[in-house]
């Protein structure tokens, strides 16, 4: 197994992805880190004296090969130019029979690897990813499949707590891509990744183009990666991602699937632009225009993948709806995932919260409570203070408030020659 890790920043999370690839009990492993930052090591040029990319694998690593690619764009070419290094720098070494990427912030679990390899021979799977959970353990994805338009659509919309209730599903479109294993010789027999691929998207068009040739792809339920840096939707904002990635795909579809899509696709983005415009999300309906233009300058490449590009959507139904038309175009248009069993927008819900709020057993207390007490005082609201007892009637002018209370004597009762409360001559002041 050749373990591909790709290095585009600063990459805090470093030793711990290659110490849980060292930690594996699957012995045949090997690792290649490829070096893509603009800024290189900058061997003592670091103002604290932090060790440079290739001496922090060393100390993790020792036998890892690191290449350097300065200025190389995206993951698939990376990955490219770290395996002709490897043929070239260690010629005699035996070629691997799988490639593990770890694009991903993520550890593997101690058997992970062991559990990948054992999975793709006995189910003769091209393509095998293990499930990922969060720093909190919770469940975060496991794989993915297509909708009618090629949209992703994640088999775990929001993170939940992993009790084995997604590990039925053991055959998606696609494998999760924090980090996933591919034989060597399909890799080889695809070309590799699309040299002109959305970055963060490797795995979704590789796992396409591997069942368009009757590959199969699983997924390892007992294959446990834990994520450990940002999630890797902050680095490829779905926004911007996935437009693009749509496309590209589509793109490359035969010439009678491209006819029957673009119409769909075209219309479903000029609503998608008029709905971002109209709710405020800006950055949405740019990525949709944008996506565009970025795929026309980008046609050739994608018409020559033609063979091995064709769309398949998903004929599992997940929640009732995967497959439909209908909610391929809303996925488009309002760039939602739409795949839980709640695919309501954000306003709909709130307003569906308030309504059960104030119509559930604590609102219809309430109103019960007000409406006998409406009732009950509808005489005192309508006529006011009825004259009875102490409850008087506020003279009709103002000075008798001020008088009663300067002359000490009041009218009330039988008649008293106490002074008056100080707030008689208040209220009369006030109200004058």
């Not at 070419?77 to 070239?88: E, I, M, S």
């Amino acid at each position: 197994v050749l373990a591909l890790v790709v290095v585009d920043d600063e990459a805090p999370a470093l030793e711990a992805v290659l110490a849980g690839l060292l930690a594996q009990d699957h012995s045949r492993i090997e690792v290649l880190v490829v070096d893509v930052r603009l800024i290189g090591d900058r061997v003592g040029d670091e103002p604290d004296g932090r060790p440079s990319l290739a001496e922090r694998v060393g100390l993790i690593a020792p036998s890892s090969l690191v290449v350097r690619s300065s200025g190389v764009s995206g993951h698939g070419p990376a990955v490219a130019t770290g395996l002709r290094a490897r043929a070239v720098q260690r010629a005699g070494s035996p070629d691997p029979q799988f490639l593990l990427f770890v694009p991903g912030q993520v550890v593997l679990g101690d058997t992970a690897v062991r559990r990948l390899v054992e999975r793709a021979v006995e189910a003769n799977a091209g393509v095998v990813g293990p499930k990922v959970v969060g720093p909190d353990g919770a469940l975060e994805e496991t794989g993915w499949r297509f909708d009618p338009l090629g949209s992703p659509v994640p088999l775990v919309p929001d993170p939940e707590p992993d009790q084995g209730q997604r590990d039925a599903d053991l055959q998606p479109d696609a494998v999760a891509g924090a980090a996933w294993m591919v034989r060597a010789d399909l890799f080889a027999e695809l070309g590799g990744f699309d040299p002109d691929g959305v970055d963060g998207t490797g795995h979704l068009e590789f796992c396409q183009r591997a069942r368009a040739v009757g590959a199969a792809v699983a997924v390892v339920p007992s294959a446990v990666a834990r994520r450990v840096g940002i999630p890797d939707s902050v680095r490829h904002p779905p926004t911007l991602v996935w437009p693009r990635f749509r496309l590209r795909r589509l793109m490359a579809s035969p010439l009678t699937g491209l006819l029957a899509r673009v119409p769909v696709l075209t219309v479903a983005t000029l609503f998608g632009v008029v709905y971002g415009i109209g709710t405020g999300r800006f950055r949405h309906a740019r990525g949709l225009l944008w996506a565009w233009s970025w795929n026309l300058r980008r046609l050739g490449s994608a018409r020559q993948q033609v063979e091995v590009g064709t769309i398949r959507p998903s004929s599992a139904v997940v929640g009732g709806h995967r497959g439909s038309w209908w909610l391929a175009f809303r996925r488009v248009t309002t760039g939602r995932v739409l795949a839980g069993d709640d695919d309501r927008s954000d306003g709909i819900r709130h307003l569906n919260s308030a309504f059960g709020a104030v119509f559930g057993p604590g609102g219809l207390a309430i109103m019960i409570a007000a409406a006998v007490l409406g009732f009950g005082s509808r005489s005192l609201i309508v006529d006011g203070l009825s004259p009875v007892g102490r409850l008087q009637r506020l003279p009709a002018e103002s000075g008798d408030l001020v008088a009663a209370w300067w002359a000490g004597w009041r009218s009330t009762g039988t008649g008293t020659s106490s002074s008056g409360p100080d707030g008689l001559g208040l209220v009369g002041l006030l109200a004058g």
